[in-house]
């Protein structure tokens, strides 16, 4: 048997979705020894969804305890606006929670040692250090779901900026456009999440559509319809892709969520509209994430076994 490094030993990862959790019990090699998937309690407040927060870590923590697991850490990654630094959920349209001390309340709870971290911050974490961003220093990760928000890389560190960096998709890209979850007007998220694809195909069609994967369907079968909107989101993105490509010249731009499912359907169409707006700019390659819907996971798995390593950082802090 090949010598494990930690065996014996494993982290808790938890991330926290708008409509599912997914939990882990991950090894150093992050190596899931064991994976469980809850719904969210969304609809019924935030309260309601803390409370399964708490279960599930205590859930799985037995399960740790039970194969004989030491646990070291438990990492959680949640939506919204994440402050690492003071582990505080600052703000979450999608859950409801307004400036709580996460990692504390969940620390008590569960008796764990709890790291708080950002869902897609963390999935852009995971692709840096097991996917698609291994090796590069400056990246910005897309995820393209219900929402869309981006996870900052320069020069090999995680931009944070008290948790508020990183939102892409409030970049408003159709002035006095549809109004947005965040209370502005023509936002990025409006026209190119996947959500608001579909919702797109069926104002314009009438027609419902289970999803924007139905519409990446229709635009393959040549519908004119899915191919406009299709367009319209491919030209959105692009735009606020040049955006973020010119302030932070990422060498690489990696495509993640339920809308990167569509693969080159989504990748060339964004490859070539990005590259007629550049000009002088560093071209970053756009790729696919690679980690699927595990990334935020992994991602809260990495935050776990950091926290149980000092690092040269923390070593030098005061
Ligand atoms: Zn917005």
Same mark, same amino acid.
């Given at each position: 048997m090949p010598e494990h490094r930690g065996a014996g030993e494993c982290v808790i990862a938890l991330d926290v979705g708008g409509t599912g959790m997914k939990g882990a019990l991950l090894d150093?090699?992050?190596?899931?020894?064991l994976t469980l998937r809850r719904p969210t309690p969304r609809a019924a407040g935030p309260d309601a969804v803390l409370a399964e927060i708490a279960a599930t870590l205590g859930e799985l923590a037995d399960r740790a305890t039970a194969l004989g697991l030491t646990i070291r850490q438990a990492g959680v990654v949640v939506p919204g606006i994440v402050d690492e630094e003071s582990a505080r959920?600052?703000?979450?349209?999608?859950?409801?929670?307004?400036?709580?001390?996460l990692a504390e309340i969940l620390a008590e709870r569960t008796a764990l040692p709890v790291t708080l971290g950002h869902d897609v911050r963390a999935g852009g974490y995971a692709e840096s250090v097991l996917g698609a961003?291994?090796?590069?220093r400056d990246v910005l990760f897309v995820a393209i779901g219900t929402g869309i928000a981006a996870a900052v890389i320069s020069d090999g560190r995680p931009v944070r900026a008290g948790g508020y960096?990183?939102?892409?998709?409030?970049?408003?890209?159709?002035?006095? !456009?549809a109004p947005c979850g965040c209370g502005?007007? !023509?936002?990025?998220e409006t026209v190119a999440s996947a959500s608001a694809v579909a919702a797109a195909y069926t104002a314009r069609t009438g027609r419902a559509v289970e999803g924007a994967d139905q519409v990446a369907a229709l635009v393959e079968y040549g519908d004119p319809d899915a191919r406009a909107v299709w367009q319209r989101a491919v030209d959105a993105l692009a735009a606020a892709l040049a955006v973020a490509g010119t302030l932070l010249a990422p060498e690489l731009i990696v495509l993640g969520g !339920?809308?990167?499912?569509?693969d080159d359907l989504l990748l060339e169409p964004v490859r070539a509209a990005l590259a007629s707006q550049l000009t002088f700019q560093r071209r970053p390659r756009v790729v696919r994430a690679?980690? !699927?819907?595990e990334a935020g996971c992994l991602g809260a798995g990495l935050y776990a076994w950091d926290a149980t390593a000092p690092s040269t950082a923390k070593a030098l802090a005061p």
């Open positions: 150093r090699d992050l190596k899931p020894l959920a600052r703000y979450s349209a999608n859950i409801g929670w307004r400036d709580l001390p961003a291994r090796g590069a960096a990183g939102e892409l998709g409030h970049l408003v890209v159709e002035p006095g !456009g502005n007007r !023509g936002c990025l !339920g809308l990167a499912e569509a690679v980690l !699927g819907d």
